[in-house]
Each structure stands twice: as C-alpha cells, then as structure tokens.
C-alpha cells in the first residue's frame, strides 16, 4: 500500500518566491497534519485538518503560510512570500482518527525546503 | 501546557550495547505515548505506543513501559545494531489529537 506521499522531495527556491508543497494522504484516513522540523525547534505541528476542514492552525508561523486541503486525497502548504528562515523540512502526516489521542500517525518522506 | 523531555545526544554505543534513552512528559489528562524513529533522509515511523498507565509498547526489541506515578516512558533495548543508528522521539497524544514531540535522540551504534 502506498504510504503518505509528498511532492516535491527537495525544493531550492530564492527569497521572496512562493512555495507549494503537496501531500496525498493514506487512503480513508481522517486526518491530516503538517509538520516542520528545524535543528534550532524540533518538529513543529503548523496546522491539522478533519475531514477536509482545519482544526487547528495555531502552529502556523505567519500570515505568510497558508493550508488548504480541497478533498480528501489532496493537501498543499504555500508559504508566499518565503524567506530564508522558512528553510526547514516539511513534513505531511496522516492518521485514521476514531480516537485522536491513540491514533498513530503515517508520515510522509518530508519537503527539504532551501530559501536562499 | 503539555510537553515531552527526552535525554540529550548524540548516544554513541557499540554494537550489542544496552540502550537506555530517558523520556518524561508533562500532561494534563491520560495522554497516550509513543516512540517514533527517523532514519537519515526519511520520514518518521512509529515504534511502539502505550494508551494508558502500565501498559508496555514493543516492537523490533525495544520496550517502553508507561509510568504514570513517575511521568515517564523511557525506551530500552537489550542489544543495539548498527542498524538501529536513527534519531529516536518520545511524543504524547493530548486529548485534543495533537502529537507533542520531544526534541528527539540521536543514537550512533558503531560495529
């Protein structure tokens, strides 16, 4: 079976451009994150979506990021415009989620982001 | 709020060594625990979890037992590989569906 799948695996980009990263879920699963991890903070939760619709943004940095999940096997992350501290890697997440607290979590293979 | 300590790194070992990586947490509530790995360039997997107080996570040989009276869940194992070489997350599940991480353990294991 096809795990979380994200696209693209590295993306190189200068200040100021706009970004997109894209993620596909498991199949029939509920929920959906979005990570970032950095040396300096760890992994980072920026939002969560329900059923197609977000739960929870209060992770997201600035009005900068924002998340859309428009049907239940698509995602994307932009970050518009970027900077050179969004450089980080990215990570999708997605879990089945009768019982949230309990529920594993299926992570896809993560976006390196380079902002130069 | 809710949070997860885990021992620094890096861990550096030899081959058939006993790991031991210390875990704490702060938590309102009965949070679930788990153990995540990343091995280089990829994605985190699951390890093993715990839902509720006592219960103990195992998978691969490694062991983790939920401590509730000393708010902890420390990952064991008797006998590294080299191939266990990966960074290594404590992290809780709150009630509101969140996963909090730990900063998360380097382990080198050398031949």
Redesign the interface.
């Known amino acids: 079976d096809a795990g979380?799948i994200q696209s693209p695996r590295h993306e190189v980009t200068e200040m100021g451009q706009e970004v997109t990263l894209r993620c596909k879920p498991i199949s029939g699963h509920d929920?959906l994150?979005w990570y970032r991890q950095t040396m300096m903070r760890?992994?980072e939760?920026l939002i969560?979506f329900?059923n197609n619709v977000p739960?929870?943004d209060s992770g997201m940095p600035e009005d900068r990021f924002s998340a859309k999940m428009p049907n239940a096997s698509f995602s994307t992350l932009k970050i518009q415009p970027s900077e050179p501290r969004d450089s980080a890697v990215y990570?999708c997440?997605s879990s089945w989620?009768p019982s949230?607290?309990?529920?594993?979590?299926?992570?896809?293979?993560?976006t390196r982001l380079t902002v130069l | 709020g809710d949070s997860v300590t885990q021992m620094e790194g890096p861990v550096t070992l030899s081959e058939e060594a006993f790991l031991t990586i210390n875990c704490t947490y702060t938590a309102t509530g009965y949070?679930?625990l788990?153990w995540?790995v990343q091995y280089p360039?990829?994605?985190?997997?699951?390890l093993l979890?715990a839902?509720k107080a006592d219960d103990k996570g195992s998978n691969k040989g490694f062991e983790a037992t939920y401590r509730k009276e000393t708010t902890s869940f420390h990952l064991e194992k008797g006998s590294v590989q080299v191939s266990d070489s990966a960074v290594y997350?404590c992290a809780l599940?709150?009630?509101?569906?969140?996963?909090i991480?730990?900063?998360?353990t380097e382990l080198s294991v050398k031949p």
């Open positions: 979380v929920y994150f760890g992994l939760l969560y329900n739960i929870d990570f997440a989620g949230r607290s309990t529920d594993t979590q299926y992570f896809g293979p993560g | 949070p679930s788990f995540y360039g990829e994605g985190l997997q699951l979890k839902t997350f599940g709150n009630q509101g569906g969140k996963l991480f730990g900063q998360g």
